[in-house]
């Protein structure tokens, strides 16, 4: 079974991939050093409905006593990580707590409930273990390895957050099964970024075989995703709190996107589409600064996110709601606007204070 390792000295910890491996995670959980008896697997209905009883199965195998909170949102998954959700998981916890129980979270479901249980695992007592046990593939590839944890506010995404290190990576490939095509489309969007940043051969890959060339080989998929975990494991190792201006390279695509998402009060816009959008918005700034060395990328870009399904534009945003947004984006230094941009395939350069107009004209030429 492929595995690799998030290396942080004391707080390392594996990420295994493969597939219909859920039955060895009571067995997984013991390696990764779980010894509390209590699994509170905070999840969704959607999500828990396919393999509750497998994933009960597991635990309790290996002496573990499995027990449920469902994370419901509103009109979009995103809804699951505000804070009213989030008091309701905390009481929870601390009810089952109360009672004498050694006590763990786990997240089973997207990035979306990794963010919320991560958060809830970090401040609950000071800090108490959690493991990912993600279900998307953006989660997969992307949110579940790195530990940065939070909650959703009105005014933008993961405004209350934490960076706080799971136990373990659990991913099984298989769990992706009964995702809808828009959630495989949403998740490639990561992939296709991990792409770009640091990985050429990657790109060439999506380029050739598409959305259901990689959907639907599951080798093909498991190498996809190992190769995607990689990269992130090795910048988390290197840069874990987000200082070095190593790790901010994962946010390619995602300043413009955060700010899609949030004005579009994250439900007609998923995390991928925004980010896929954002990713060009990036190139087009990138060209007007003059970093673009590869005149060919933005083209390639936008191939393939067709080919992927993902859209090349906005619809219904102001751009001026989109500034307000970007104000409140954690990457903004000291006032200061911060953008990811390509250089060529596998490069980026990191700029700081873009002009207004610089950045107007971009968001304009993908709005629909």
Known sequence: MPSLSVHLKERS?????????????????????????????????????????????????????????????GRSSEAAKSQPVYDKLIRHLASLDGKGQSIFLAALGGGVVGDLTGFAAAVYRRGIPYVQIPTTLTAQVDSSIGGKTGIDLPQGKNLLGVI???????????????????????????????????????????????????RNNPRLLEKVIM???????????????????????????HTAGHAIEAASRFSKVTHGEAVGIGMLVACDIARACGVLKDQSLPARLEQTLVKFELPLTYKGIEIETLFKAMGY???????????????????????????AAIIQSALTKRKN
């Open 329 to 355: 984006d954690k990457k903004t230094l000291e006032g200061k606007n911060r953008f990811v941009l390509p250089v060529t395939l596998g490069k980026t350069v990191v700029l700081n204070d873009i002009p």
């Open 13 to 73: 910890y594996p990420i295994v991939i493969g597939r219909d491996i859920l039955p060895r995670l009571g067995s997984h959980l013991k390696k990764a050093g779980i010894s509390q008896k209590v699994a509170l697997i905070v999840t969704q209905k959607e999500v828990v409905a396919h393999c509750q009883s497998r994933l009960s199965e597991a635990l309790t195998s290996e002496g573990y006593e499995p027990s449920f909170f469902l994370a419901s949102g």
């Open 164 to 214: 706080y290190q799971p136990k373990m990576v659990f991913c099984d490939t298989a769990l992706l099964g009964t995702l809808p095509g828009r959630h495989w489309s949403d998740g490639f969007a990561e992939v296709i970024k991990y792409g770009v940043i640091k990985d050429p051969r990657l790109f060439s890959l999506l380029e050739k075989y598409g959305k259901e060339g990689i």
């Open 227 to 253: 190769r995607c975990a990689k990269i992130k494991a090795k910048i988390v190792s290197q840069d874990e709190a987000d200082k070095k201006d190593l790790r901010i390279v994962l946010n390619f695509g």
